[in-house]
């Protein structure tokens, strides 16, 4: 991990000095950089359209084993546990409606 760090800061401080010294030879290595990091995302991202579409697919099914509302138990009780106290009341739903 650190030798690829080092290895860049190299090649930025290269890419710098040509910069300012070398404008042909900046350019021809600032695209060899470019030409190398295209070569290496094609050889490693070929995922088909096909595969992304069938993992996309499942991440929105559900678990058959899990509860299909984890909240919804809580949310029925909040009135029945004592942290309710007389300062807090349930809002029935004409009062919403009325306060819209």
Partial sequence: ???ESTEKQNKLN???NLSSTNAKEFWMKLKELQNGHRQKSQETD???PGT???YLSTLNKRNPQCNEDPLADR???VSKHKEFTSLDFTI???NIFKAI
């Fill in 1 to 3: 991990m650190h030798r």
């Fill in 14 to 16: 290269e890419l710098s």
């Fill in 46 to 48: 070929n995922i088909s």
């Fill in 52 to 54: 992304w579409y069938d």
């Fill in 75 to 77: 949310h029925s009780n």
């Fill in 92 to 94: 029935k739903q004409p």
